[in-house]
């Protein structure tokens, strides 16, 4: 029995790939406020962050298995002091280093050492392209700073992502979006219609675009790749409220994604630890190799074994693998169902709803105040989603 | 196509100012790193783009490609990918 257990063993770890892609999201800590943050709504409880140390060995560990790429984030990861050991040492260990940023800590001073260290890359968020509104959405005075940290990883010679979260009070301002990301020179332009996990679930009603709005978006999008060419390459995320099919989440539970939380859970994706009855292993007290290959957080959903109908049935099962298990859980209020955006989900209606009620301009829903992300908030909120 | 993908045995490719290639034993593969991504390259690929460093040429790279694997004729294939490779900015060329 135990051979065989041990040859099954050894056989999954080598149909399972490498975890390519680390997230290491160093702290929850954040100076911004966004209102479509995708960290946990109850981030406040998990304060815990792991020290130098403890990041070394998951850095060293996950590059073991092959993991190449690494993204440094949070929270504002620029709020860790050891910001440039960690850097260096992913550096040395041969992997690609990317810091996600809000700019916010991002100096001269640091901005050199994190050369000398070795980071290769750096994405800078804006909230807006105007100063009124990207001080609204993260509730702070941020736009300057932010187009002075711009110019700053420029002048190092950095190649830059930027990022700006797409939802019905930003979206009609692509253009001038475009016109930002252009001037400060981005190699790459992520338009990410927001999805609704964490802060954006609480907020969800005043952030979904109308069709109306996603359209004229997109179509302004075309028209600047058709007129510009390829001197900035552009990613527009479409949100999965508006798709019959599902996303293929995460590239597939435990496929190539390893999240580690700032207080050292292992996950295989952002948000996955809202889900109940998982228990996701903790960096302090399992080595990476039997959290991505042994571990029951990382082996639950991976395949097509788990699936019920109409999942289990379906000849696009291999090409979503049912979509997101967290929007399932929020949606359907069952972690093992179909991702309600599928429209053969039971629950395709409550996907349908919100997005009938986005294109009521003003709706009763849609004015609510928006929630700003905070550790107050957090507190009195005290729900993981 | 434009003059500038033009691509001669005369023409050095270097690899592109925000990529990076490095060999992966876990994947028993060269890449192609950049920001947020990573291209898998397959044999050929990896063998062509590690010549490429700003100091040969694509005459010199067919050379010592035709040498090491004992092969002959490979002058176009080095050529085609190699404008392919400028077309996605894996390459400059000076």
């Known amino acids: ?48 962050e792991l020290s130098t140390e403890e990041w070394f060995k998951v850095l060293r560990e996950a590059r073991e298995l092959g993991s190449v790429q690494c993204g440094f984030s949070g929270g504002e990861p620029m709020l860790r002091d050891d910001l440039e050991l960690l850097v260096a040492e992913a550096h040395r260990l041969g992997y690609y280093t990317n810091l996600l940023t809000s700019g916010v800590g991002l100096n001269e001073k640091r901005i050199d050492a994190l050369k000398e260290a070795g980071l290769d890359h750096i994405q800078l968020s804006f909230q807006d392209s105007s100063r009124e509104m990207n001080d609204f959405l993260s509730s702070t005075r941020t736009f300057d700073l932010k187009r002075r940290v711009a110019d700053l990883i420029k002048s190092r010679g950095y190649p830059m992502v930027m990022n700006c979260t797409i939802h019905r009070h930003n979206i009609d301002h692509i253009e001038s979006i475009l016109q930002l ?32 709005q996603l359209e004229r978006a997109e179509r302004i999008t075309n028209e600047w790749r058709e007129k510009h060419g390829n001197k900035m390459k552009l990613f527009f995320v479409v949100p999965d409220y508006y798709e019959n099919r599902p996303k293929k989440c995460m590239n597939g539970w435990g496929n190539i994604f390893l999240t580690i939380t700032p207080d050292g859970k292992a996950l295989p994706c952002h948000t996955a630890r809202m889900l109940p ?27 097509t074994g788990w699936m019920k109908e109409p999942c289990s049935s379906c000849p696009e099962k291999e090409k979503d693998y049912g979509g997101c298990r967290c929007q399932a859980y929020m949606v359907a209020n069952d972690p093992n169902a179909a991702d309600p955006v599928c429209d053969k989900s039971p629950f395709h209606h409550k996907i349908v709803e919100a997005v009938e009620r986005a294109q009521i301009a003003g709706n009763p829903q849609q004015v609510k105040p928006l929630i700003y992300r905070g550790p107050k908030e957090s507190l009195q909120l005290d729900r993981p989603f | ?77 080095v050529i085609n990918f190699v404008e392919l490779a400028l077309q996605q900015k894996w390459v400059e060329t000076t």
């Open chain 1, 277 to 303: 009855g998982l228990e996701f292993p903790d960096v302090r007290t399992s080595s990476v190799r039997d959290i991505w290959y042994e571990s029951e957080g990382f082996n639950r959903y991976r395949g």
């Open chain 2, 1 to 77: 196509m434009t003059a500038a993908m033009t691509v001669t045995t005369a023409s050095v490719p270097k690899i592109g100012r925000h990529f990076r290639i490095q060999w992966e034993e876990a994947q028993k593969a060269y890449v192609l790193l950049y920001p947020e991504g990573m291209v898998k390259l397959n044999q050929s690929a990896g063998e062509i783009l590690k010549r490429c460093t700003g100091e040969a040429n694509v005459g010199d790279i067919t050379a010592d490609l035709e040498k090491t694997f004992n092969a002959q004729g490979l002058q176009q294939d």
């Open chain 1, 181 to 212: 990301a252009d001037e400060i020179e981005a190699e790459y332009v992520e338009l990410a219609n927001t999805q609704y996990y964490g802060w954006a679930q609480v907020n969800r009603d005043q952030l979904l675009p109308s069709r109306e």
């Open chain 1, 1 to 48: 029995m135990t051979d065989l257990a041990e040859a099954q063993a050894a056989q999954d770890a080598a149909t399972i790939g490498p975890p390519l892609w680390l997230l290491a999201e160093v702290t929850y800590r954040c100076p911004l406020h966004c209102v479509y943050c995708y960290n946990p709504v109850d981030f406040a409880k998990h304060e815990a």
